[in-house]
């Protein structure tokens, strides 16, 4: 069964600096897709960025961009110029046959 | 832009009575899910349907039951309301099977006391 973690409950990180998120998952599947969502405390869930298994080369997204290791299964998201709109849960969430699997979170605070 | 819209935004519930989670969605959307979010922790997939009349289990489907009669509304229905299932429901649509990205509507905060 496919599996996602995320080992880091809880980070901060200054105003304008960066912060990298970890995201590991495990699959047997060669065909999948991989996404970090934002939930601020509104709740809502909100797609930060998106990447296809097959292709190599890293998404970005303005000031998001992920380090995809394929064969390290792993899904790290940078931000850069961290800004206090970026404070929220971040999701890493793995997709297959159309049925997501979420990892636990990772609560994100920009200091001022 | 509406998108996925959940009513009620909350609900208590005493044990063992039921309720309907609405969920409706206007972008046409063949592909629609229900989700759960306990405290601290991801949200995980209740039910979900493909298109009009099919819906399929997810990873907790027990004490929940679905229905698809139209492509715009996915209800939730909670027979016998436990503690157990206190939770955030997520309702989210996405156009195909693929790596298209979910829509999800804003949650509804279910009490069961």
């Known amino acids: 069964a496919q599996t996602v973690t995320q080992s880091q409950p809880e980070m901060s990180v200054q105003e304008a600096e960066t912060v990298t998120l970890s995201c590991t998952y495990d699959?047997?599947?060669?065909?999948?897709?991989l996404f970090w969502y934002k939930q601020p405390p509104s709740r809502q869930m909100i797609l930060v960025i998106r990447?296809?298994?097959?292709?190599?080369q890293n998404a970005t997204e303005n000031r998001f961009s992920v380090n995809f290791q394929k064969a390290a299964k792993s899904f790290s998201l940078k931000i850069s110029d961290s800004q206090l709109g970026d404070a929220a849960m971040y999701f890493c969430?793995?997709?297959?046959?159309?049925?997501?699997?979420f990892g636990t979170g990772t609560r994100l605070k920009v200091l001022a | 832009n509406a998108g996925v819209t959940q009513t009620p935004k909350f609900r208590i519930l005493k044990i063992g009575q039921s309720m309907t989670l609405q969920c409706t969605q206007d972008?046409?959307?063949?592909?629609m899910y229900w989700y759960r979010q306990d405290p601290g922790m991801g949200l995980k997939l209740i039910y979900y349907?493909?298109?009009?009349?099919?819906?399929d289990k997810g990873e907790v489907p027990n004490g929940y039951n679905v229905s698809r009669s139209t492509t715009e509304d996915f209800p939730l229905r909670l027979e016998l309301a436990a503690p157990s299932q206190t939770s955030v429901y997520f309702c989210?649509?996405?156009?195909?099977?693929?790596?298209?990205?979910?829509?999800f509507g804003a949650g509804t905060r279910l009490s069961v006391l």
């Open positions: 990447q296809e298994a097959y292709k190599q």
């Open positions: 969430a793995y997709r297959s046959a159309g049925r997501y699997i």
């Open positions: 699959t047997s599947e060669s065909d999948y897709y």
């Open positions: 972008m046409n959307h063949n592909y």
């Open positions: 989210a649509s996405s156009y195909s099977w693929g790596g298209d990205i979910q829509y």
């Open positions: 349907s493909v298109g009009a009349g099919i819906t």
